[in-house]
Structures are given as structure tokens and as C-alpha cells.
């Protein structure tokens, strides 16, 4: 463990850990879904709509998609949480589960087997490797090269989940990315009300339909333990959302463009907020985890989809990001051949 702590760690250690604090009921929870454009400075919604013009099939939730042969299913993009306003799904989309012959999730974490069930518990790849005379040397107090008060943030939140504030001398990066998709403000219902995903999930399996994980619970680790500059970035770009919050302004309006449908000006706001936050390198960052998060999982997704979208009746679900873009969802489908046609839905932009 660590026996000589460096002066900017002491004084991180000086303070009493806030523990997201910040993240109240109040700045939680989302009355009326409305966008604000303080919400997004220093940029502003002008520029951001501009940059999203430019973005391929940044409008839209919820996509039929059509073999060749013409089977027939479904693409809806999620937002990753248990908010009412978020899992009061439209009636086109709930009518389309109920008679889907099989929903698609990003990753399916029930438990195959009781020897799955007693791994999950071993946490493997998510700690450092014990048997590297290195792996516990103290460093600068900082964590993957991000700034002190970056670094207190994401020690902050493994406070909250139960780590310490040596977190970055027992996890992994790659556990600790995972650790950090996690958002605050889910704290208050976890375990009590799924995210959007586990939802359509639970609402398919009632169904009777058949449940299709896209990836392995492991993948992710397995994934960044391959490459760590990206699982470093990852850490630096989830870090970010972890800056404390005054007011719901900004969760309001990540919720207003979900709902409106605005998926391309989310990805030029999430652009502009990186930037923000850790200056010119933030774009590269968000480039490396977008790579990984998004395009490679995207190219993944489709390889294990093809035989499901060949037969039809499929309901795919995975987080709204993955759906604008040139290597967005939508695009490669069509590159691959399918006919990809929205749908637009009741209080979507045009």
C-alpha cells in the first residue's frame, strides 16, 4: 500500500470526502424535460445544432430495419436510466416488444449458471495484478494522468460505491472504467427500478420472448485489459460527468433531447463538454473511448445480429449514442444491406 503519499494526495486527504453530495434529489430529479442553452456554455445550441447538421442520422429514436429477403425488425436507442420520464416508453415501441419474437439487449447480466453466478463474484480483471512488484508502487496522487481535481472525483465516487480512496492502487483501469459508467444519480433506485434497458429487457422476457445478449458481462474488461491507452480514456471521459452539479439544468436537457429525438446535438454537446473539461485533450479522449465504445461494439453488435435479422421479429436495444454517425448503428446497416427507415414518434424533432 501506499507509504508516502504525495502533497497533492495528502491534500485530497485533507478534506472530508463530499461523496457526491452534490448529487441530491433535487438535482436529480427532472420536473419538465426542457432544454436550456446555459446548460450547454460555454458552447450554446446554435453551434451545437450546426455541428449535429453535419452528423448522419441524428434525428430519431426508434428505426425499422429490413432484410434483403424482407424480414422485418427493430432498432430503439436507449438512455441508460430508471428516471420515469425515461422508462415511459411510447406505445409504438412497447406495442413492438409484446410481439417481437426476440429483444436484443447490449449485455444480458442474468446469471446462466451457478458457476457464472460464483465468477461474478471474483471480480476477475478488475484488480491489479498482485504478483507485479509494481502493480502497488504510489504514484503522484493523481489517477490515470488526469488532473487533482479530476482525480478527487472519481475518488469521490468509489467512496460512494465502497472503495477507498486508494482506489487506484487496488482496481484496474479497466475496472475502474467500468466502475465509473455508473451515474450518481442512479444511486437512489438502484435495485428497486431497472434502467431503460433492463426494462424493455423484462418487459420482452414477460412477453415470452427470447433474450439476446449482444456481449458477454466480461467483455468490457476483457476488452480494455487489451489496451490500456483506451481504457485510460474511458477513465478521463466518465470522469468528466462526475463534475458536481448546482441545479438539473443539464440533466433536464440531456433528457428534452433524448425525448426530442436530437441524438446528433447530444453527441456535438458531449463533444464541447469534453473539450471543457480537459481542454484539447478531451476530444482525443472522447475520440478513443467513442472507437471503442461505440464503432468497434457497433461492428460487434451486427456480426452476432446478422442470423437474428435475417429471420426477423428481433427488437434490438442499445444506448441512443450507438444509433447516429457514419459507423453509427443505422449506417451500418444500410452498408451491410438491410433497409433502415425511421420512425418518427410523437414529439420527436422533424
Not at 70 to 99: C, K, N, Q, Y
Amino acid at each position: 500500500m501506499r507509504t508516502a503519499p504525495t502533497l497533492a494526495f495528502t491534500l485530497l486527504l485533507a478534506f472530508p470526502a463530499v461523496a457526491q453530495d452534490w448529487a441530491t434529489h433535487e438535482v436529480c430529479t427532472v420536473e419538465t424535460p426542457v432544454v436550456a442553452d446555459a446548460a450547454f456554455a460555454p458552447s450554446d445550441l446554435a453551434t451545437l445544432a450546426a455541428e449535429a447538421a453535419a452528423i448522419p442520422n441524428g434525428t430519431g429514436k426508434f428505426w425499422q430495419i429490413t432484410s434483403p429477403d424482407g424480414a422485418v425488425s427493430h432498432l430503439w436507442g436507449t438512455f441508460h436510466s430508471a428516471d420515469p420520464l425515461i422508462l415511459a416508453l411510447p406505445a409504438p415501441v412497447t406495442e413492438t416488444i409484446a410481439s417481437s419474437r426476440a429483444v436484443a439487449v447490449e449485455v444480458d447480466y442474468t446469471f446462466q449458471s451457478r458457476e457464472a453466478f460464483r465468477d461474478a463474484q471474483l471480480m476477475e480483471g478488475r484488480f491489479r495484478d498482485a504478483s507485479d512488484p509494481f502493480a502497488f508502487e504510489p504514484g503522484d496522487g493523481t489517477i490515470a494522468g488526469l488532473p487533482d481535481e479530476v482525480s478527487f472525483w472519481i475518488r469521490d465516487r468509489a467512496l460512494e460505491l465502497g472503495w477507498t480512496e486508494d482506489v487506484d492502487l487496488i482496481m484496474s483501469l479497466p475496472g475502474m472504467a467500468e466502475m465509473l459508467l455508473s451515474d450518481p444519480c442512479e444511486d437512489f433506485t438502484q435495485g428497486i427500478l431497472p434502467i431503460q434497458d433492463d426494462y424493455i429487457q423484462l418487459l420482452g422476457r414477460l412477453a415470452g420472448a427470447r433474450i439476446i445478449s449482444l456481449e458477454n458481462p466480461d467483455e468490457f474488461v476483457s476488452d480494455l485489459a487489451a489496451n490500456e491507452e483506451t481504457a485510460r480514456a474511458i477513465v478521463g471521459v466518465y470522469a468528466a460527468y462526475l463534475r458536481p452539479m448546482e441545479t438539473n439544468a443539464e440533466r433536464a436537457t440531456s433528457f428534452a433531447l433524448y425525448l426530442e429525438g436530437r441524438l446528433g446535438v447530444a453527441e456535438a454537446w458531449d463533444r464541447a463538454y469534453q473539450k471543457e473539461i480537459h481542454g484539447p485533450e478531451g476530444v482525443d479522449m472522447l475520440r478513443r473511448t467513442d472507437a471503442y465504445l461505440l464503432e468497434f461494439r457497433n461492428r460487434r453488435f451486427l456480426e452476432r445480429l446478422a442470423g437474428q435479422l435475417a429471420e426477423g421479429g428481433v427488437f434490438v436495444a442499445v444506448g441512443s449514442a450507438h444509433i447516429p454517425g457514419e459507423t453509427g448503428l443505422v449506417a451500418l446497416l444500410g452498408d451491410s444491406g438491410y433497409k433502415v427507415e425511421r420512425i418518427p414518434l410523437p414529439g420527436e424533432a422533424s
